[in-house]
Nanobody
Framework: QVQLVESGGGLVQAGGSLRLSCAAS????????MGWYRQAPGKQRELVAT???????NYADSVKGRFTISRDNGKNTVYLQMGSLKPEDTAVYYC?????????????WGRGTQVTVSS
């Protein structure tokens, strides 16, 4: 069984910063891609950023230059450093991981952490 747990969300003023963390635990052999997604009220879940096991990153246009994704493979943890936050960044942020366990691989999701940006 694999579990992803996010932390670091909260309330911040526009222009501020937050750092999200997501730690994966369980019978994990390795993790390929990891990523952050978000879902605002009344909207579909959208990609924020992804990172491969080798460190190649990809960002949504809306966060380029403001957010940075990184990972610590030794800790099975992915981070999202968010800066110059805007009210439109308000959402529940979810992490995902392409997890390899004995005999199979699959995508695992965390339960999400709320980020609220006040104007």
């Amino acid at each position: 069984q694999v579990q992803l747990v996010e932390s670091g969300g909260g309330l911040v003023q526009a222009g501020g910063s937050l750092r999200l963390s997501c730690a994966a635990s369980g019978s994990i052999l390795s993790i390929n891609n990891m990523g952050w997604y978000r879902q605002a009220p009344g909207k579909q879940r959208e990609l924020v950023a992804t990172i491969t096991s080798g460190g190649t990153t990809n960002y949504a246009d809306s966060v380029k230059g403001r957010f940075t994704i990184s990972r610590d493979n030794g800790k099975n943890t992915v981070y999202l450093q968010m800066g110059s936050l805007k009210p439109e960044d308000t959402a529940v942020y979810y992490c995902s991981a392409e997890v390899v366990v004995p005999g199979k691989w699959f995508y695992s999701w965390g339960r999400g952490t709320q980020v609220t940006v006040s104007s």
